[in-house]
């Protein structure tokens, strides 16, 4: 059994700079893929506009619910969700603060920031 306590953290609806078309296709891309590894992380969070992945209209939506379902925690910065006026559109995973974050990075064995 893997004891090891990753945190994916997501900063952006799109993978990369440049095209924001293929870099959504990436992010959706990298999301899908995920489920098919034996070893996924324990926590993903989702910061600046990364929220915009977890509220409703996003194509991602059902992606996110089966790696939540595997047993995935999802964790949507609610100051983020704030800004872009999304709290009460959020989907799937739940909306923290800053200081959940901060423990959860506390807490990872790796941190991946995409």
């Given at each position: 059994?893997?004891?090891?306590?990753?945190?994916l953290q997501i900063?952006?609806?799109?993978?990369?700079?440049?095209?924001?078309?293929?870099?959504?296709?990436?992010?959706?891309?990298?999301?899908k893929l995920i489920?098919?590894?034996?070893?996924?992380?324990?926590?993903?969070?989702?910061?600046?506009?990364?929220?915009?992945?977890?509220?409703?209209?996003?194509?991602?939506?059902?992606?996110?619910?089966?790696?939540e379902k595997k047993?995935?925690?999802?964790?949507?910065?609610?100051?983020?969700?704030?800004?872009?006026?999304?709290?009460?559109?959020?989907?799937?995973?739940?909306?923290?603060?800053?200081?959940?974050?901060?423990?959860?990075?506390?807490?990872?064995?790796?941190?991946?920031?995409?």
């Amino acid at each position: 059994m893997n004891k090891q306590k990753n945190l994916l953290q997501i900063n952006s609806d799109k993978m990369g700079e440049g095209s924001p078309e293929l870099g959504q296709t990436l992010m959706g891309n990298y999301l899908k893929l995920i489920l098919q590894e034996e070893i996924l992380p324990s926590f993903i969070v989702f910061y600046n506009s990364g929220v915009k992945l977890t509220v409703e209209g996003s194509p991602l939506i059902e992606t996110l619910k089966n790696i939540e379902k595997k047993g995935v925690k999802l964790l949507s910065c609610k100051t983020c969700l704030n800004h872009f006026n999304l709290l009460d559109k959020m989907s799937v995973g739940m909306a923290g603060t800053m200081i959940d974050i901060i423990a959860l990075q506390k807490e990872a064995t790796k941190v991946i920031t995409l």
